[in-house]
């Protein structure tokens, strides 16, 4: 069974702070890591997506991945209080296969108080 | 018209009407995914259309029935609902190859009374 394990928080930060999401996956052969935010009410927005091991930034956003702990995290730095929204991380554990199927998270609720 | 749109946004309906939910990608994406999501739990996936074909079926009831005439459309057929599948049904598109990242449509809100 594939399996994407998020903290369901909330997690509160001030304004200004750095948040940080975590993920852990089950599938070691999982190839394709990505976050996405929800605000409430809302459809899920993809904000960045991760392939290789390392870091990747994109402005206030930071993707970590580590394979080898089946772990992947995202840094918020100089958290808004419009960064206030379920984050949800998704992995395709196949990989280069034909089918782009994605397991997701429950999702981590983040509050940016000002 | 850019990304995935959905129509209609919300639908309040009977348990013994039939309606249907429309999804469009403009993304030339070749797989199209329908997700359910409840109040508090986490995204289902429901129905997975691959070269429109469908290739994943997760034991959804019955009174559930999708249709993909096309590579760009994507509809939910819904039929003697009951109230527990009032939620958000979101539509979702990618690519089968390369990059899996998958582009969600607004949702349509759906309350059965």
């Known amino acids: 069974q594939k399996e994407v394990e998020q903290n369901s928080g909330p997690l509160s930060v001030p304004e200004g702070a750095i948040a940080s999401l975590n993920c852990t996956y089950s599938d070691r052969g999982s190839q394709s890591f990505f976050w996405y935010r929800q605000y409430s009410g809302k459809s899920p927005e993809l904000i960045m997506f991760i392939y290789s091991n390392g870091d990747k930034e994109d402005g206030r956003f930071t993707a970590q991945l580590n394979k080898a702990s089946q772990y992947v995290s995202l840094l918020i730095r100089d958290s808004q209080p419009s960064d206030s929204a379920t984050y949800l991380c998704a992995v395709n554990p196949l990989g280069g296969s034909t089918l782009g199927r994605l397991y997701f998270g429950r999702g981590t609720q983040l509050t940016v108080w000002p | 018209e850019t990304g995935v749109t959905q129509t209609p946004r919300h639908l309040v309906m009977g348990m013994t009407n039939k309606k249907s939910l429309k999804c469009e990608q403009h993304l030339g994406h070749n797989a199209m995914y329908w997700y359910k999501q409840s109040a508090k739990k986490p995204l289902e996936l429901m129905f997975v259309y691959s070269l429109e074909e469908r290739v994943e079926n997760n034991s959804v009831p019955s009174r559930f029935s999708p249709e993909c005439p096309n590579s760009s459309h994507l509809f939910l057929h819904l039929h003697t609902l009951q109230p527990e599948d009032s939620a958000l049904y979101l539509c979702?598109?990618?690519?089968?190859?390369?990059?899996?990242?998958?582009?969600f449509g607004p949702g349509t809100r759906l309350t059965v009374t």
């Open positions: 979702a598109s990618s690519q089968v190859t390369g990059s899996h990242e998958q582009y």
